[in-house]
């Protein structure tokens, strides 16, 4: 039953998984519109507004039917409290920005399949993807803050390539407390990102030193059984030759010079 159940999930999640990652970057064009176009018209506005929340509710149906589908439901609860929580608070409008963080992971899950074993496009790929949807996320929220100073999308990309890297040069920063919480969630994904980056380089360093430490001690013993057999073979010729003056004694006493 518990095989059954696991193999059910896992179906939908590969039958899902095209769809979803086609869905979270929908979400974001659907949701970046708006902020990108200001006079956007009402018509528009809304239709974008109601497609997000279309697919908001779609996420929403895919973890209740992995919930169903899970064969220790209270264990995938407990493991995917935060998923919850993303989908459960964009409920409220100061809030609505988390609603990207909900596509943000449907694309992770997918790029962590798509670039598996490559280190370098899927680190430069959540780097991207996490500077243009925070840029979005800050510039929804401050352009209409009185002492907001982030007003254009290019204001936000500077300022969410400065966090990211942590550096903070100040010319531009968030005024707002949903501001924050998006300088908040920028600046420790980018501490994650540098500690990947950080300890794979020392684990690829490690490797690299264990490999040459193997093959240094390998060539030790390969001098050394070199050297045992040459060592034999020295013995064995001083033998032969032993033996051959040996032979060749009598001969010389019988001659007859």
């Known amino acids: 039953m ?150 254009s999308y290019p204001e936000a990309l500077w300022w969410g390539v400065v966090t990211i890297t942590t550096v903070g040069y100040g010319d531009f920063y968030p005024t707002t407390t949903a501001g924050r919480l998006v300088a908040l969630g920028l600046m420790i994904g980018g501490i994650g990102l540098i500690g990947f980056v950080t300890g794979s380089l020392a684990t690829w360093i490690v490797d690299r030193i264990s490999t040459s430490e193997r093959s240094t001690e390998a060539t030790k013993g390969d001098v050394e059984r070199l050297l045992t057999e040459l060592q034999d073979l020295r013995a064995e010729v001083t033998t032969l030759r032993r033996i051959a003056d040996e032979r060749q004694e009598p001969v010389r006493s019988a001659d007859p010079g």
Do not use: H
């Open 2 to 151: 518990s095989s059954a159940s696991d193999s059910k999930l896992d179906r939908w999640e590969r039958r899902t998984a095209g769809a979803l990652t086609v869905l979270a970057v929908l979400f974001i064009g659907v949701y970046a519109v708006p902020i990108l176009r200001p006079g956007l018209s009402p018509a528009l506005a809304v239709a974008c507004e109601i497609t997000n929340l279309v697919i908001w509710a779609l996420f929403g149906l895919d973890y209740l039917v992995r919930l169903v589908l899970s064969t220790d439901r209270w264990r995938f609860f407990r493991s995917n409290l935060f998923d919850l929580a993303v989908l459960a608070l964009p409920v409220l409008r100061p809030l609505r920005m988390l609603r990207l963080v909900t596509a943000l992971m449907v694309l992770n899950r997918r790029a962590e399949a798509w670039t598996r074993g490559r280190l370098a496009v899927y680190v430069g790929a959540t780097t991207v993807l996490l500077v243009a949807v925070g840029a979005l996320a800050i510039l929804d929220v401050e352009r209409g803050s009185p002492d907001g100073n982030i007003q």
